[in-house]
T-cell receptor, first 112, second 111 residues
Framework: GESVGLHLPTLSVQEGDNSIINCAYS??????FIWYKQESGKGPQFIID?????DKRQGQRVTVLLNKTVKHLSLQIAATQPGDSAVYFC???????????FGTGTRLLVSP | DADVTQTPRNRITKTGKRIMLECSQT?????MYWYRQDPGLGLRLIYY???????NKGEISDGYSVSRQAQAKFSLSLESAIPNQTALYFC??????????FGPGTRLTVL
């Protein structure tokens, strides 16, 4: 069946480092991908998205890379800050989607 | 996100009780969703609605029902709660560009 998974359940970094969170997806028909950030006690918050016609998209301190050949998605956070500590989810969908398929999440811990 | 609110935020109930979780939004979005979050399983879709007259089952709808009372309101009911329905429940809305906006969540414990 469809699945979206993450390679690392927990990632610990030092403040100022760059962080990379990875995600694998299995549905080759998916053409829209999203990264969410979920802080403790809050709902998921949209970070950045990318469509399958792109390999890379940049936001403020974040970059999403998409490798369709190996069905891999990554989120890069530059100059990681303590406020970036949260659980990060990837999700996949098909355009005109009725639902998102979420991964299990990666916890990012940023030490000062 | 204050644009999507959920009540209650926390609820403890007993097996067999009927429970209703409420969701309201001020974003004006037609599309609304209910998700369940369990540790290690991410978010799973329970029900979704594209407008007041449209209700669709998600991947884990058994044991749940919903009501879309108005564009701004989407309620989730557990007709007879059971312990394995203990979880964190999120309501979400979606705009036409695909971004989903989540509420703060309701933590439900079924004893």
């Amino acid at each position: 069946g469809e699945s979206v998974g993450l390679h690392l359940p927990t990632l610990s970094v030092q403040e100022g480092d760059n962080s990379i969170i990875n995600c694998a997806y299995s549905n080759s028909a998916s053409d829209y991908f999203i990264w969410y950030k979920q802080e403790s006690g809050k709902g998921p918050q949209f970070i950045i998205d990318i469509r399958s016609n792109m390999d890379k998209r940049q936001g403020q301190r974040v970059t999403v890379l998409l490798n369709k050949t190996v069905k891999h998605l990554s989120l890069q956070i530059a100059a990681t800050q303590p406020g970036d500590s949260a659980v990060y989810f990837c999700a996949e969908a098909i355009t005109g989607f009725q639902k998102l398929v979420f991964g299990t999440g990666t916890r990012l811990l940023v030490s000062p | 996100d204050a644009d999507v609110t959920q009540t209650p935020r926390n609820r403890i109930t007993k097996t067999g009780k009927r429970i209703m979780l409420e969701c309201s939004q001020t974003k004006g979005h037609d599309r609304m969703y209910w998700y369940r979050q369990d540790p290690g399983l991410g978010l799973r879709l329970i029900y979704y609605s594209f407008d007041v007259k449209d209700i669709n089952k998600g991947e884990i709808s058994d044991g749940y029902s919903v009501s879309r009372q108005a564009q701004a309101k989407f309620s989730l009911s557990l007709e007879s709660a059971i312990p394995n329905q203990t979880a964190l429940y999120f309501c979400a809305t979606r705009d036409r560009v695909n971004e989903q906006f989540f509420g703060p969540g309701t933590r439900l414990t079924v004893l």
